[in-house]
């Protein structure tokens, strides 16, 4: 009994003595919100805890009072890193004291980071938003849209006409009006051009009552949405050789030498060796 009397004592001394460590700050606990977020938050006299104590607390007080402005950027502290600051503080703190509850400290710097975070995903998903109204916007006033789910277009204002391609529903165009064919209109979508009946477009975006579906469709940036026929890529395919060949003669031919005559006229020498007068500005 004496032997479990004598090992009782000390684990009761040691038990005594570590309750009496711990330092109880439920006094100086406060609820603090900020941007509608709330956080606990520890603020401790400076004079509390003794002089071992007192500069490491005060520092990391004095830090985290300024996190509210640095968390927002409303003011500058450029090259400062008060995350850094208030933790090597809250290191000092617990090697002076490891009963000091500096989880507080670091609850309250987590819940800034959590701001800091949730600022940031906020102001990019108004900056999204706000690039989404602008593009809209821009395509409200600018476009007109095709309505139809599958559209022929064609090569004159005539049903009978041949089709140059089958363009989409939500393909947004160049829209004209057509002299003496009022049932029809021009459309023009990149270096395409064709006539598709007016009862297949839509001057206003709300007639076509886009889904979501659609919205995220248009957010790609295509503007339009065409399937060439092979007769009119073969065309196309023929204009541009034809073109490319108009160029590579003009490259090729010599280059003109342009004369001034006797009576103010300009002039070249064309292949035949005889006179050709051109427009004066040639000879400026």
Same mark, same amino acid.
């Given at each position: ?15 005594? &003595? ?8 439920? !006094? ?58 208030? @933790? ?5 703190? @617990?090697?002076?004291?490891? &009963? ?9 710097? !987590? ?20 690039? @989404? ?37 939500? &393909? ?13 209109? !021009? ?47 073969? !065309? ?49």
């Amino acid at each position: 009994m004496k032997n479990f009397i004598s090992f009782l004592i000390p684990v009761l001394l040691f038990a005594g &003595s570590a309750k009496a460590q711990t330092i109880d700050v439920t !006094q100086w606990l406060k609820k603090k919100t900020v941007d509608g977020k709330e956080m606990t938050v520890l603020r401790v006299p400076d004079t509390q805890f003794g002089s071992a104590l007192v500069g490491y607390i005060s520092g990391a007080q004095f830090q985290l009072d300024r996190l509210p402005d640095y968390y927002n950027l409303s003011v500058s502290y450029a090259g400062v890193d008060l995350y850094k600051d208030i @933790e090597r503080d809250c290191e000092n703190i @617990e090697k002076t004291n490891p &009963s000091f509850p500096v989880k507080y400290y670091r609850d309250e710097m !987590q819940a800034f980071r959590d701001l800091k975070e949730e600022m940031a995903q906020k102001a990019l998903a108004k900056k999204k938003a706000d690039e @989404e109204t602008a593009f809209f916007a821009r395509l409200k006033s600018d476009y007109a849209w095709i309505s139809s789910d599958t559209l022929n277009v064609r090569s004159r204002p005539d049903a009978k006409s041949p089709s140059i391609g089958k363009i989409l529903r939500l &393909s947004y165009v160049r829209a004209y009006e057509v002299d003496d064919h009022p049932d029809w209109v !021009q459309i023009d979508f990149s270096e395409h051009s064709g006539y598709v009946l007016r009862d297949d477009i839509a001057i206003d975006w709300e007639e076509l009552e886009p889904s979501q579906e659609d919205s995220a469709r248009l957010e790609t940036g295509q503007h339009h949405y065409f399937t060439p026929t092979a007769a009119y890529t073969a !065309q196309l395919k023929k204009q541009a050789a034809e073109e490319e060949r108009a160029m590579r003669a003009a490259n090729a031919a010599p280059a003109r030498t342009y004369y001034r005559g006797p009576r103010g006229g300009c002039y070249f020498i064309n292949a035949r060796g005889n006179k050709q007068y051109v427009d004066h500005k040639y000879c400026q």
